[in-house]
C-alpha cells in the first residue's frame, strides 16, 4: 500500500473509531437520562419506575415505525395526542396552561415547575402519565386497568406489562444485545431466502430464512424477551415465539423439542436454550421427516395495529458477525 494511502486509512480508522465512541457515549447519556425521568415519576407517583419505561419503550417502538405520529423531540417516545393532553373540549389543543387543561380534562401538567404544561417536554409528559394512571391506583391490577383504558387493546396492554416484567428482572435499560440462534461452533448453513415462493415455513411466501443444520443442534434465543409462543402449528410444526423490548417478535419453527424447562410467560435472554433443530411440521402433531432438519426463523414487527414480517437475514447477518467479533477479543 503506498504510503499516503495507508496514512488516510489509519486516519479513516481514527475518525470511525472516534464517531463510534461518541455514539456509545451518546446513547449511554440518554438511557441516563431515561431513567432519571422514570426514577422521578416514580419517586412521585410510588408507582415503580418499570412501569413508565415499559410504556415508554412501547410508545418508542409503535413511533419508529408510524408515519402519522412526529418524530420524540426529547429522549422519551410517550406521545399524547394535543386532544389527550389539552381535553377534548379544549378550544385550544395546544394549550400549555396547566390549570385550563385540568379544567377541561386533560392530562397534561407541569412536571419541572416552569409553569407550562408541554406535550413536548420529557419532564411534563412523564409526570402526565405518572398522574394519569395514579388516578386508578398503584399496584399491578390497577395500573392494568389504566393501560387498558388508555390504549384501548388488549394487545398493547400484554406487550407493555410483557415489556415491565424484563426491566423489572434485570433493573435495566440496556437490553439489545442479541446472539445468533444457533452456536456459531455448530455445522449450519442459510442464504437468504426472503420472498421466496417455496418455503418449508407455512406462509404463502416465504417469510424468513431456514437455516440448515442436523437434528439436536441446539437452539438459542436470539434476545432479551418473553417466551409468548410455544406449541405445536400444521406448518410451523414445533414452534417457539419470543418477544424482545422493541415489539419484535422472533419465530423459531420446525424445532425437534423444547428446552426442557420453557414455558410460555418466561422471560429468555440472548443465548438461552429455547429447544433444538427438527424437521417438524406439515401433518399432525408429531409429523417429522418432511423435509431436511433446519430452523425456520422469522422476525415480525407491532405498530399498535398489526403485525407484518420482515426479513430476518440481514439481522442473522449481523448478529453472527458481532458474535465472531466479540469472541475473537
Ligand atoms: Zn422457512
Not at 44 to 57: M, N, T
Not at 97 to 125: E, M
Not at 139 to 155: E, G, P, S, T, V
Not at 183 to 194: E, I, M, V
Request: glycine share 10%.
Amino acid at each position: 500500500m503506498h504510503r499516503w494511502l495507508a496514512a488516510i486509512s489509519a486516519a479513516a480508522m481514527l475518525w470511525i473509531a472516534a464517531g463510534a465512541a461518541s455514539a456509545a457515549e451518546q446513547e449511554e447519556a440518554m438511557y441516563e437520562k431515561r431513567m432519571e425521568l422514570y426514577k422521578k415519576a416514580e419517586a412521585v407517583s410510588l408507582i415503580p419506575w418499570y412501569y413508565f419505561a415499559a410504556i415508554d419503550q412501547y410508545e418508542r417502538n409503535v413511533r419508529q415505525v408510524r408515519r402519522d405520529l412526529p418524530k420524540p423531540a426529547g429522549v422519551l417516545g410517550i406521545y399524547m395526542k394535543p386532544e389527550i393532553w389539552a381535553g377534548p373540549l379544549n378550544k385550544n389543543p395546544h394549550d400549555t396552561d396547566p390549570f385550563t387543561i385540568s379544567q377541561f380534562g386533560g392530562l397534561g401538567v407541569d412536571g419541572d415547575g416552569d409553569g407550562y404544561a408541554r406535550a413536548d417536554d420529557d419532564d411534563d409528559v412523564i409526570m402526565a402519565m405518572a398522574r394519569y394512571l395514579q388516578t386508578y391506583g398503584i399496584d399491578h391490577r390497577h395500573i392494568k386497568i389504566a393501560l387498558w383504558n388508555y390504549y384501548q387493546r388488549a394487545k398493547t396492554v400484554d406487550l407493555i406489562l410483557g415489556k415491565a416484567r424484563i426491566y423489572k428482572k434485570y433493573q435495566t435499560l440496556k437490553l439489545d444485545n442479541h446472539v445468533f440462534p444457533l452456536p456459531l461452533g455448530a455445522n449450519y448453513s442459510y442464504r437468504d431466502t426472503w420472498g421466496d415462493a417455496r418455503g418449508w415455513g407455512g406462509r404463502r411466501i416465504h417469510e424468513g430464512t431456514d437455516i440448515f443444520a442436523g437434528y439436536g443442534v441446539p437452539v438459542r434465543s436470539t434476545c432479551y424477551g418473553i417466551v409468548e409462543l410455544k406449541g405445536w402449528n400444521k406448518y410451523g410444526g414445533w414452534r417457539i415465539g419470543i418477544r424482545d423490548i422493541n415489539n419484535t417478535y422472533h419465530y423459531f419453527a420446525h424445532l425437534n423439542g423444547f428446552a426442557a424447562d420453557l414455558r410460555e410467560g418466561q422471560i429468555v435472554e440472548p443465548g438461552t436454550i429455547i429447544g433444538s433443530v427438527g424437521s417438524s411440521g406439515y401433518g399432525p402433531p408429531g409429523t417429522a421427516g418432511k423435509f431436511p432438519p433446519h430452523l425456520h426463523y422469522g422476525m415480525y414487527k407491532d405498530n399498535g395495529y398489526t403485525e407484518w414480517a420482515f426479513d430476518p437475514y440481514p439481522h442473522l447477518k449481523a448478529w453472527e458477525r458481532a458474535e465472531r467479533q466479540q469472541r475473537r477479543r
